[in-house]
């Protein structure tokens, strides 16, 4: 094994589906077998950190969806009240 003062050993765990698809890149592109952590992790984070992202979206979208039902239904006599205000005032009543 190869010493390198300016390199640092480390271990990375990966999922298997995410090994089997990226061990086939690596392999077909003829890739040296550092860039496959480049790989794996530019990969992660294109596809799988996107979808992540979206789920989390769709998560904080319905949890708010009762807080702002609430809010716009407690507004509602307001907006009303305004509308009323504003056609009264242009139409000189």
Avoid: W
Wanted: aromatic fraction near 6%; include cysteine; glycine fraction near 6%.
């Amino acid at each position: 094994m190869r010493t390198n003062k300016n390199m640092k050993e480390i271990i990375v765990k990966i999922p298997k589906r995410m090994l089997n698809e990226n061990e086939h890149t690596v392999v077909h592109q003829e890739l040296e077998r550092g860039d496959f952590v480049y790989i794996s992790t530019r990969r992660y984070v294109t596809d799988y950190g996107s979808e992540t992202i979206r789920e989390e979206m769709m998560k904080g979208y319905v949890e708010m969806s009762q807080i702002n039902l609430k809010i716009a239904t407690e507004c509602l006599q307001v907006e009303f009240e305004a509308q009323h205000t504003v056609e009264r005032l242009v139409s000189g009543g």
